[in-house]
């Protein structure tokens, strides 16, 4: 009986062996396409910055001073018919305070020298005549011209003095500081009584590396940017470089001037300056984090026919983000944007739309 059953699965498994035998070969040929985003190639412009940091101030700040001791007396601003306050736009030769004393302006003798004045101009008009006509000598007639003048000069100096009676805005602007003081008051000379700036156009003071020294240069275009609104970028220029170099923090200072002309950043504001050192124009450009490195060399994947192929690249100016293409990659050619990063050469792809 055990005999006629071993005898049994033998022969069913030797009919199995036979039939897989007879069935014909399978060739399986897989081809895995890799899921991979694409961009065009396109040509741009493109500019190389050196990225620096610092605080811009106002080309125009003045603080006035009383030049006399006087009773204290601010005045109305006649855009808005009260006394003058803090952020008060003023127009050059606007009269922000004045100080009375009446001592002080008698002593002027404004009066008594404006009819002196009239009378010398008199005696100088006939001697003048008189010379013309054989009637005067020319020492009479220098004598006369000396008191017209020095009458003119006395006239002048009383209006000098007369002009510190009052603290105008020598530029249009903005009031920075009114520091207070009461109406009728009496401040002493040498006091601080106003502060205006003009910050239509501001500055930034910067220390650069001394490596960059030769590739900065008067006129160089900067972009400048806040931190609180970024997004607010204005134009500046290079108007100042200095020749030395400081032999400690091995930097040399670079001043930029900013037009300011809508207020967009507020003087003592902490900024970003980007200079551009260079720039190129109608030039290939592509994002900087699709380029794969190794070896110091540079390439990227080019999708032709479904195939990615790697293509090594030459490139020139790099900003923050993108990279000038000088050789290696034309116009109008795709390259791989996403998913490069597990692609070899000759990878088959299907880019996703």
Do not use: W
Request: glycine share 6%.
């Amino acid at each position: 009986m055990k005999k006629t059953k071993l005898l049994f699965t033998i022969l069913i498994a030797a009919l199995l062996i036979g039939n897989s035998c007879k069935q014909p070969d399978l060739n399986v040929e897989t081809s895995i396409e890799v899921p991979v985003g694409v961009i065009e190639v396109d040509t741009s412009s493109l500019e190389e910055f050196i990225n620096t940091t610092g605080t811009v101030y106002p080309i125009k700040e003045v603080s006035l001073e009383s030049e006399i001791a006087g009773r204290y007396r601010l005045q109305h601003n006649p855009a808005t018919g009260r006394p003058y306050i803090l952020g008060d736009k003023v127009n050059a030769g606007a009269v922000i305070i004045k100080l009375e004393d009446e001592e002080y302006f008698n002593n002027l003798r404004i009066r008594s020298k404006e009819v002196d004045l009239e009378i010398s101009q008199q005696e100088f008009d006939k001697q003048k005549s008189l010379y013309e006509k054989g009637g005067a000598t020319l020492r009479e007639l220098k004598n006369a011209e000396i008191g017209f003048i020095n009458s003119e000069y006395d006239i002048e100096s009383s209006q000098i003095n007369l002009a510190k009676m009052s603290v105008r805005a020598p530029f249009s602007g903005v009031i920075s500081e009114l520091p207070y003081f009461t109406n009728g008051t009496r401040v002493n000379a040498n006091t601080v009584l106003v502060k205006a700036i003009n910050y239509s156009m501001l500055y930034l003071e910067t220390n650069l590396p001394e490596k960059y020294y030769g590739n900065v240069d008067r006129g160089f275009k900067v972009y400048v940017t806040t931190y609180t609104s970024p997004l607010d970028t204005l134009i500046g220029v290079i108007s100042q470089i200095s020749p030395a170099i400081d032999p400690e923090a091995r930097t040399f200072k670079c001043m930029v001037n900013v037009a300011n002309t809508a207020q967009k950043i507020l003087p003592g504001m902490f900024v970003k300056a980007d200079l551009v050192t260079n720039s190129a124009e109608n030039t290939v450009v592509i994002p900087k984090d699709i380029i794969v490195t190794r070896n110091r060399t540079r390439t990227v994947f080019v999708v032709e026919r479904g195939v990615a192929n790697e293509r090594t690249i030459t490139t020139g100016l790099e900003s923050v983000d993108r990279v000038e293409v000088i050789s290696g990659l034309e116009p109008g050619e795709s390259v791989v944007s996403k998913g490069f990063e597990t692609l070899r050469d000759k990878s088959r792809v299907k880019v996703l739309r």
